[in-house]
């Protein structure tokens, strides 16, 4: 078990869906200096992708990782932690809702030796535009000032998409949430910077004044990046925490 003297855990994962906030919480968690954080390294075509290499190489990773991630996804996560706990006192990485549903990592997460960090967006609508905007500019983060894309709405594709994602936000609070190692976070809450430090001396246990190194890529009301907004106003209000307008 990755345990410290104290019983704490050294392994923690953010468990979120894209265009949560995941990389802006990276990026804090970043900050603290005994902690490294990775990304969406758990996924099933990870290996890849250029950041295998780099992955690779930082954590001096043998041969045989490849095989692991893609037969054996809880011996690469140990792995990867006990290489990385070498280097660092704290060792996590990202898991989207989607990454390999059925894989026996998810039930490794539950372990007393795992703090899960659960990041997730409560209005469905925004986050959903949000993903359409960036897969139609092949921008994830904030670019250059670039002119902003519009994108059309498909209803049922949209559907589907709600459905997928709050199976994913009960799934995981189903799984997690009765644990003192589990910590809910709200995408709105990472622009709260007393927030965001008070959630490091919490894991940590140590406080530092944060930098906010992401910026915010889109601010407009999401209906204005539409072609066709009328098709969308009745999805608007759509929140995790309040529910959905009717299909």
């Given at each position: 078990?990755?345990?410290?003297?104290?019983?704490?855990?050294?392994?923690?994962?953010?468990?979120?869906?894209?265009?949560?906030?995941?990389?802006?919480?990276?990026?804090?968690?970043?900050?603290?200096?005994?902690?490294?954080?990775?990304?969406?390294?758990?996924?099933?075509?990870?290996?890849?992708?250029?950041?295998?290499?780099?992955?690779?190489?930082?954590?001096?990773?043998?041969?045989?990782?490849?095989?692991?991630?893609?037969?054996?996804?809880?011996?690469?996560?140990?792995?990867?932690?006990?290489?990385?706990?070498?280097?660092?006192?704290?060792?996590?990485a990202k898991a989207?809702?989607?990454?390999?549903?059925?894989?026996?990592?998810?039930?490794?997460?539950?372990?007393?030796?795992?703090?899960?960090?659960?990041?997730?967006?409560?209005?469905?609508?925004?986050?959903?535009?949000?993903?359409?905007?960036?897969?139609?500019?092949?921008?994830?983060?904030?670019?250059?000032?670039?002119?902003?894309?519009?994108?059309?709405?498909?209803?049922?594709?949209?559907?589907?998409?709600?459905?997928?994602?709050?199976?994913?936000?009960?799934?995981?609070?189903?799984?997690?949430?009765?644990?003192?190692?589990?910590?809910?976070?709200?995408?709105?809450?990472?622009?709260?910077?007393?927030?965001?430090?008070?959630?490091?001396?919490?894991?940590?246990?140590?406080?530092?004044?944060?930098?906010?190194?992401?910026?915010?890529?889109?601010?407009?009301?999401?209906?204005?990046?539409?072609?066709?907004?009328?098709?969308?106003?009745?999805?608007?209000?759509?929140?995790?925490s309040g529910g959905?307008?009717?299909?």
């Amino acid at each position: 078990l990755f345990l410290t003297g104290d019983g704490e855990p050294r392994a923690f994962v953010i468990i979120s869906s894209a265009r949560s906030g995941s990389n802006l919480l990276v990026s804090y968690l970043r900050q603290v200096a005994e902690a490294a954080c990775f990304g969406e390294i758990l996924r099933g075509e990870f290996p890849s992708k250029p950041g295998w290499d780099k992955l690779v190489k930082r954590l001096d990773l043998p041969e045989s990782a490849r095989e692991l991630h893609r037969h054996d996804l809880v011996a690469f996560w140990e792995l990867f932690l006990a290489q990385g706990l070498r280097r660092r006192r704290w060792v996590g990485a990202k898991a989207f809702y989607y990454h390999r549903e059925d894989d026996a990592i998810w039930s490794r997460f539950a372990a007393p030796d795992h703090r899960v960090l659960h990041l997730w967006r409560d209005s469905t609508f925004d986050q959903y535009v949000s993903r359409l905007l960036a897969v139609e500019s092949g921008e994830w983060k904030a670019g250059d000032g670039a002119a902003e894309p519009c994108v059309t709405f498909d209803r049922d594709d949209y559907l589907r998409y709600r459905e997928g994602i709050r199976a994913g936000f009960e799934r995981t609070r189903e799984r997690y949430g009765g644990s003192e190692r589990f910590l809910d976070i709200e995408y709105r809450q990472l622009t709260d910077h007393a927030f965001v430090e008070g959630v490091l001396l919490q894991l940590f246990g140590e406080r530092i004044s944060v930098e906010e190194t992401l910026r915010r890529q889109r601010g407009r009301p999401k209906l204005e990046y539409l072609t066709n907004p009328v098709a969308a106003e009745a999805f608007v209000g759509d929140t995790l925490s309040g529910g959905f307008a009717a299909d």
